[in-house]
């Protein structure tokens, strides 16, 4: 798997471009600076076939239409509990002081069981409500990669106090979904360096 991680926004968050060796591709989490994603899918020569997005915050979507209207693909995820954070995307905009946007909706909700293919890519989608009621994951078994937005960073746990966050919930998703993903499963985070299941248990202060 190859993957270019282009921080976005002031709040840094990583988006994910992925592609395998036949070029099809995937970009996870635009979440803004839209023309400078643009540019980049562009630079490597990629097979852009969907937009995949673990929840419906804005420093996690706010590139996605501009993105999508560009290169005509669909968007995929988050889970329909994140509804509300869609249609809440103006408000959002305007609390954290980032640029305007249009409330959108994905043109295919995922959920827990779902397998998504892009080219040589299989993800599992695992639900992982907490930082968000809506959250997913996007895991790929055999290469051992999981996007896993804002649950688990490393030596860290997403935020819940944001609305319908829950901590107990948040808690539950990586103890119980997360944390049963090989040991050696490397986590790409939402915001800050990657990190592998194995660490996690060992030396997260927050699940230790």
């Not at 992982?128 to 290469?143: N, S």
Request: proline share 6%; glycine share 8%.
């Amino acid at each position: 798997m190859n993957i270019e991680i282009i921080p976005v926004t002031p709040f840094q968050q990583n988006c994910s471009l992925i592609w395998d060796d036949e070029k099809n591709a995937a970009i996870v989490d635009p979440g803004g600076e839209a023309e400078k994603l643009i540019q980049q899918i562009e630079k490597f020569g990629v097979n852009l076939k969907a937009i995949l997005l673990t929840h419906a915050h804005l420093d996690h979507v706010g590139a996605a239409e501009r993105i999508k209207q560009h290169f005509n693909v669909e968007i995929w995820g988050s889970q329909e509990n994140d509804r509300f954070l869609f249609d809440s995307l103006p408000d959002q905009a305007e609390r954290f002081g980032l640029p305007n946007i249009k409330p959108f909706l994905p043109d295919r909700w995922l959920n827990e069981g779902d397998v998504v293919n892009i080219g040589d890519f299989q993800f599992d989608i695992l639900h992982l409500p907490g930082h968000t009621p809506g959250h997913v994951g996007f895991i790929e078994q055999e290469k051992k990669v999981a996007f896993t937005g804002d649950v688990l960073f490393q030596g860290s746990v997403g935020r819940t106090d944001f609305p319908q966050g829950s901590h107990e919930q948040l808690i539950s998703s990586i103890r119980e979904k997360l944390f049963k993903l090989h040991d050696d499963m490397i986590i790409i985070a939402g915001h800050g360096p990657y990190t592998t299941i194995q660490r996690e248990k060992a030396t997260n202060p927050f699940l230790t």
